[in-house]
């Protein structure tokens, strides 16, 4: 059974940090595409970051650009995503997903492209 899993998550004020990490299990993703995706209260889910398979090309939304990296570890088959000057507004649920192989570069930023998700991890950015 393939699972990812979300860790990392939690309350920080503004300004702070958090890494957020996801850990993949029953199947190797070293060379799939890897994403985060959050969704806040009342809003639907949106992308935030993507990572190719070697970690050579990153992708980002234009709300976090410069503020968020994501990155990849391959032998542990995991996926981070380091949040630094955080907003308010980066308060949601965060979920990282994979794909179970790359379907090109338009694909990377769009939720349906992706085929395992976690169960997401809560951020809270207060004020």
């Known amino acids: 059974q393939v699972q990812l899993e979300e860790s990392g998550g939690g309350l920080v004020q503004a300004g702070g940090s958090l890494r957020l990490s996801c850990a993949a299990s029953?199947?190797?993703?070293?060379?799939?595409?890897r994403g985060w995706f959050r969704q806040a209260p009342g809003k639907e889910r949106e992308f935030v970051a993507a990572?190719?398979?070697?970690?050579?090309?990153?992708y980002y939304a234009d709300s976090v650009k410069g503020r968020v990296t994501i990155s990849r570890d391959n032998v542990k088959n995991t996926a981070y995503l380091q949040m630094n000057m955080l907003k308010p507004e980066d308060t949601a649920v965060y979920f990282c997903?994979?794909?179970?192989?790359?379907?090109?570069?338009?694909?990377?930023?769009?939720?349906?492209?992706?085929?395992?998700w976690g169960q997401g991890t809560q951020v809270t950015v207060s004020s």
């Open positions: 997903a994979a794909q179970s192989r790359y379907s090109g570069s338009d694909s990377m930023t769009r939720d349906y492209a992706y085929d395992y």
């Open positions: 029953g199947r190797t993703f070293s060379t799939s595409p």
């Open positions: 990572i190719n398979w070697s970690g050579s090309s990153t």
